[in-house]
């Protein structure tokens, strides 16, 4: 089985986007073991990025709007070739301040799911369903159509 660690700082406050992360988790509890990692919130990115880094397994996957983009089929592709290479995949939700350059200098990856700016909280609920519909395109479901 698969780990996949999100690490992300800051806490959810709103209930029903805690509720969305539960239920994709525990909908991603057949094909992964997932890990959610919040931590605090730093006086700057430079003081978030320590924890940040010491938190970073494997293949980091940072979310970044300067990233790259990828369909749901391509992210897909990307969890397969990782999970075919037995490797453990953190992906990264930096504050509202953004990522330290450190902390996306380490990344394997940068990822961007839009041009558009989320709120944190909510793009932690989008990851989970991106995740968890990457398996389920694997897994030849119908759920992805």
Do not use: W
């Amino acid at each position: 089985m698969q780990r996949i660690d999100i690490v992300c700082v800051g806490k959810i406050k709103e209930g029903f986007y805690r509720e969305a992360v539960a239920e994709y988790a525990k909908r991603l509890s057949r094909f992964v073991s997932l890990s959610i990692r919040e931590l605090p919130e730093g006086r700057n990115i430079e003081e978030e990025a320590e924890g940040i880094l010491r938190a970073c397994r494997g293949y980091v996957i940072a979310l970044c709007i300067e990233g790259g983009k990828l369909s749901s089929e391509g992210l897909a592709a990307e969890l397969k070739r990782l999970y075919d290479r037995g490797t453990e995949v953190t992906f990264v939700i930096g504050s509202s301040c953004g990522l330290s350059q450190r902390v996306k200098d380490r990344a394997d990856l940068r990822l961007s799911f839009s041009d558009m700016t989320f709120p944190h909280q909510l793009m932690r609920v989008v990851l989970c369903e991106q995740i968890y519909r990457a398996y389920m395109i694997n897994s030849g479901s119908e759920y992805h159509k």
